[in-house]
């Protein structure tokens, strides 16, 4: 679907919040997040997310002409944000083709990051860095880093990106404790080898949320998997009945 049509469906699926991923440049205008706003009904917008590979890596560039270009585009992003009541933005920053186990101009790095949260932060939104085994974030330890120099960054701890890093998802817990506003949730089932809907699998919820309440989360945990990961809607309903009764059993 459609994002204009989505978020009604979610709405009447009994979502509470939801994020937005916008999936081209004609959707980057305060417009369209006007227009998502109208129809959302109930549904509270938690996050934004885009392409990442349309603008984003440009964002940490070397060259100043693609970094401003870059800038214009986030800009947008943040206007239809705000208009859709977003107060996050979720990164991935640089994609990699090649894996690597250092930040690439640490120095620039920083300073861009600061300068994009400056900018988000006129926006009323805030720049949530998210674990992605093949982006900036691709492996526990980054972050640790990252955090001392950019006072005003965010976290987004992703579930499936923590199992494909091959790193523990707890051990990127630890090191986002504090600075966490997103937490994208995602199920495996080790029989089949495939990713599926929460409760639908084999991983450990009850001990995720008992750590989330110790590190006193108070962002949104949204499902987010593939459309080739369940059936009917109906699916997901049954799935966000699972992630309430136990949320409400430990928080």
């Not at 900018?119 to 990252?146: D, H, I, P, Q």
């Not at 639908?200 to 949204?222: P, T, W």
Request: contains cysteine; negative net charge; hydrophobic residues 35%.
């Amino acid at each position: 679907m459609y994002n204009e049509d989505a978020v009604g469906t979610l709405d009447k699926l009994g979502a509470r919040v939801a994020e937005v991923f916008l999936n081209t440049f004609s959707e980057y205008t305060k417009e369209y997040g006007q227009k998502l706003n109208e129809l959302k009904g109930d549904l509270d917008i938690h996050s934004v997310h885009v392409v990442v590979t349309q603008y984003e890596p440009q964002l940490l560039a070397e060259n100043p002409r693609a970094y401003k270009d870059a800038l214009g585009y986030f800009e947008s992003v943040l206007a239809c944000a705000a208009a859709m009541g977003a107060k996050n933005y979720t990164f991935h920053g640089k994609a990699y083709y090649k894996r690597l186990d250092r930040i690439e101009n640490y120095d620039l790095t920083v300073e861009r990051l600061n300068a994009i949260c400056d900018l988000a932060e006129k926006y009323g939104v805030e720049v949530c860095l998210e674990n992605v085994f093949w982006c900036t974030y691709n492996r526990v330890g980054v972050f640790s880093r990252l955090k001392n120099d950019c006072k005003k960054l965010r976290c987004c701890l992703d579930l499936k990106q923590a199992r494909l890093s091959g790193c523990d998802v707890f051990d990127y817990l630890d090191e986002m404790e504090g600075r966490l506003n997103t937490v994208h949730l995602s199920d495996f089932n080790a029989s089949t080898g495939k990713m599926c809907l929460p409760g639908k699998g084999d991983f450990d919820f009850y001990k995720l949320f008992s750590r989330l309440k110790q590190a006193n989360f108070s962002g949104n945990m949204l499902i987010e998997v593939y459309k080739d990961d369940y059936g009917d809607l109906s699916e997901i309903r049954s799935s966000l009945e699972y992630l309430r009764k136990l949320k409400d059993e430990i928080f």
